[in-house]
């Protein structure tokens, strides 16, 4: 059976593409040896399931340890109802010792008879059986709620003590959020129980990394080895640059390049621009991972992070809490850059305006075409002067927003644009939370014309002038917009949508206010 890229579940060993995941994190065998318990935590679908199973069939073939994975996800149906909890865990975990341990290793009748309630009880009964130290890792075990959460943290801290003889020798969970990031809300004592707190065993917390750019071409050379297709080099530096290493991202790209309905033809080879028309083919697509990260937009805290990344305002992001900016961390949202908190990777920085603005994009009915020249070119002012006109006639588009209202204006002409250019261009977009504005180039039919977006300010006008110009010259352009919005509602309409050229060294700025 040929091997491809993996995109939905654990990758399996002969059928996947794959790299060696004790490149992944590092210290683990040193924390099993030394009789730790630790948390593994990462975003969905970084490779966590599968670096965990590659680990427990090392171990088991080393000898040394019996070692087990067991996914306690099952049990969040419970919620609250902790005996049934109990039973749901040790009936996984008596599932998944028959599938992946030797019989000899399945626990007897003894482990879980009828007065057995606790699954602590039951792994006690257990590791008195078994002739070897027990490693166990429990995965999704944030996934559980409330009550339920805390019994099962409580009962693995109660057990520490009896370790290895009678409890697990070491023991892992993994999730997507540090131990010490739950909060966890209690119905029995009617308050928020920090997870730190019912499980102050914790010896380390590893996070697990992304692809470097040697692994991503590792796994293509897999591929050229498979198949004898070739990928440029500069593709390969394409597909790095897009994903940053987030494992889906490039078994995606790998997929959509190598396997799927636009798949490159074996005989020739890849090229840099394809890889560009696989990355727009998976935003337009939206497969569930993606559908995953933009459904959390809605969450308050999440998009209390996100505005002030779009709109570069650094002190708006001082004022939101640190456990906020670590939930969107968690995600693999965001991540701490050279401009301050960033998106994550380019992939997700295009996703999120796109889905912010796709409502707004449905409202603003425009014929692409007819910003289009003869000669196949943008008409940029023709563009411009229809957006000022249609905020006039529509500002409530941005002041009736119920939610990004700081980042209305931004993101109502993003849909514009998004609007006009899906006729055949592309946006490049450029924000973090250090930037103070949002920079957008437009690429079409071999021009660029390149903006920059600010919220009206004493200062907005002299940095922005500044700021733009850097960004021409990164760009080798000699000229673009900087489009100033008003903060909350509009009072003088006569200055909306006034505009003033300016040079700013050897660059031509034009200045729009709206």
Request: glycine share 6%; aromatic share 10%.
């Amino acid at each position: 059976m040929p091997r491809f890229f993996n995109t939905a579940g654990p990758c399996i060993p002969g059928e996947h593409y794959m790299i060696d995941q004790a490149e992944r994190f590092e210290n683990i065998h040193q924390l099993i040896d030394d009789k730790s318990y630790f948390v593994l935590h990462a975003p969905r679908q970084t490779g966590k399931t599968t670096a965990i199973l590659q680990l427990t069939n090392e171990l088991n073939a080393a000898g040394k340890y019996i070692a087990l994975y067991t996914n306690v996800e099952a049990g969040q149906a419970w919620r609250n109802n902790i005996n049934e909890l109990n039973r749901t865990i040790i009936n996984e975990l008596r599932i998944n010792a028959k599938v992946y341990l030797n019989n000899k290793y399945y626990p007897s009748a003894e482990c879980y008879e009828p007065d057995v309630r606790d699954f602590s009880t039951f792994l006690t009964n257990w590791c008195m059986e078994l002739p070897k130290p027990l490693v166990l890792f429990l995965d999704e075990v944030d996934s559980l709620i409330g009550d339920g959460l805390i019994s099962v943290l409580r009962q693995l801290r109660a057990g520490y003590t009896k370790r290895p003889k009678a409890f697990p020798h070491a023991l892992c969970i993994i999730g997507l959020r540090d131990i010490r990031d739950y909060r966890i809300y209690s119905d029995a004592s009617k308050k928020y129980i920090v997870g730190g707190s019912c499980f102050n065993i914790k010896k380390e917390s590893l996070r697990i990394k992304d692809f470097s750019k040697e692994q991503v071409k590792h796994l293509f050379q897999q591929h050229r080895q498979d198949t004898g297709q070739k990928i440029k080099p500069a593709a390969l530096e394409k597909i790095y640059f897009y994903s940053e290493g987030q494992p889906w991202l490039v078994n995606a790209l790998g997929w959509e390049l190598c396997f799927g309905r636009h798949a490159i033809p074996r005989d020739q080879t890849i090229q840099p621009e394809q890889v560009k028309n696989a990355v727009e083919i998976l935003i337009k697509r939206r497969d569930v991972h993606l559908d995953q990260l933009t459904d959390k937009l809605t969450e308050p805290r999440v998009a209390r992070v996100i505005e002030a990344i779009l709109i570069g305002e650094q002190t708006q992001l001082e004022e939101i809490s640190a456990e906020d900016h670590q939930y969107l961390l968690d995600l693999g949202l965001v991540k701490s850059g050279r401009q301050g908190l960033e998106i994550a990777n380019p992939i997700y920085r295009e996703i999120i305006p796109r889905e912010l603005t796709v409502v707004m994009q449905d409202a603003v009915a425009q014929n692409p075409a007819w910003y289009v020249n003869k000669d196949g070119r943008l008409n940029i002012n023709k563009v411009l002067n229809a957006y000022i006109e249609f905020y006039k006639e529509h500002s409530e588009m941005v002041t009736n927003r119920k939610t990004y209202t700081e980042a209305a204006h931004h993101l109502l002409f993003m849909a514009w644009l998004q609007r006009i250019v899906n006729g055949g261009g592309i946006i490049i977009r450029e924000y973090a939370a250090g930037l103070k504005r949002l920079d957008l180039c437009i690429e079409f039919a071999g021009e660029r014309f390149a903006f920059e977006l600010k919220l009206s300010s004493p200062k907005a006008l002299e940095q922005g002038r500044l700021q733009l110009s850097e960004y021409l010259d990164r760009l080798s352009l000699d000229s673009g917009w900087l489009i100033i919005f008003t903060r909350g509602r509009v009072t003088d309409w006569d200055k909306v949508g006034q505009r003033d050229t300016i040079m700013e060294g050897n660059k031509k700025i034009e200045t729009i206010n709206l």
